[in-house]
């Protein structure tokens, strides 16, 4: 009869555990669907500080947890707005950026989170760095140095000293935060992995593979790194995610599926996208349109791509 406290003590334990699971407030959804967006910003050691960087919108279904990601190039224009999309968060906080996002996806989108280069770092060398699989070798000789944005450079016209040289080789790495910013903002690299497009599937696969070693029970079982992680989220991550569906989130993320994650970039500089760079533009800017002038094939698009 020795196990019977035990197991009584295991009784009601779960039958606490199921009522409090019970009592946790309901996530966000659309039909089975959690809609996020993840802007990535530079913060307060850069001007403007509030500029979006990295712009992803997710969908996480939650009963077969499969997601899909579509990164949308910074450049594009916004009739809403009149202006290019990474500054949305800039004039608008958090509704004028749903409003945006609305327009090019026709999707709602429940939960924004909001995160700044040195925060991005804290976060991942607070993991212990974060591996991932580097796709292609490329060496990016323009990358910016922070706090050398307007160094005259002794008079060099070309400001080469604003600048340093990385490098990545192909194959698995496990990236510092340092290491991992440089990795997921190269925009000037030498050949393919120069362009937007690689540059935002470099984004999307450093998320997936943050995620997963988030949500490892390793990091939610270790309270240095979880308490560390919330209290890195909690002071320097905008969201409008409320204290008390904290759980209720991370619990229904635990069916995430890496195998079935669809990641897409939304391009059109190879001439056959659902956007396009028109020769000339009103604003006189480098921009990005829908091509046929509505956003009605990308809605279409994206909802036929949701999990």
């Not at 009739?79 to 500054?87: D, G, M, S, V």
């Not at 949500?215 to 079982?221: M, P």
């Not at 308490?227 to 635990?254: H, T």
């Amino acid at each position: 009869m020795k196990w019977l406290i035990p197991l009584v003590v295991l009784i009601l334990f779960v039958f606490f555990l199921r009522g409090y699971w019970l009592s946790l407030p309901p996530v966000r959804q659309d039909q089975g669907r959690i809609n996020f967006l993840f802007l990535g910003i530079s913060g307060p050691e850069y001007q403007p500080p509030d500029l979006t960087d990295t712009m992803i919108f997710a969908s996480y279904n939650l009963n077969n947890g499969k997601s899909f990601l579509l990164s949308f190039p910074r450049d594009i224009w916004s009739t809403t707005l009149k202006a290019k999309i990474n500054t949305a968060y800039h004039y608008g906080s958090f509704p004028l950026t749903r409003e945006v996002i609305k327009e090019m996806t026709d999707q709602p989108v429940h939960y924004i989170l909001v995160l700044d280069f040195n925060a991005f770092k804290k976060a991942v060398d607070l993991l212990g760095g974060v591996t991932v699989e580097v796709q292609a070798s490329f060496d990016d000789y323009l990358f910016p140095i922070s706090g050398k944005e307007n160094d005259e450079c002794g008079g060099d016209k070309e400001f080469k000293c604003r600048y340093e040289g990385v490098h990545f080789e192909a194959g698995m790495e496990k990236m510092s935060g340092e290491r991992a910013l440089k990795y997921i903002r190269s925009r000037n690299a030498v050949g393919e992995e120069g362009t937007d497009l690689a540059r935002s599937l470099r984004q999307q696969r450093f998320l997936a593979a943050f995620k997963n070693q988030l949500l490892n029970w390793r990091t939610l079982l270790n309270p240095q790194k979880s308490l560390g992680l919330i209290r890195i989220f909690a002071s320097s991550v905008a969201s409008d995610l409320k204290p008390e569906e904290y759980l209720s989130l991370v619990l229904s993320l635990f069916r995430f599926q890496a195998q079935g994650m669809k990641m897409e970039v939304l391009n059109g500089l190879d001439g056959g996208g659902l956007i396009y760079h028109p020769q000339v533009h009103s604003s006189g800017q480098w921009v990005l349109l829908p091509r046929g002038g509505s956003w009605q094939a990308v809605h279409q698009f994206v909802s036929q791509s949701l999990p």
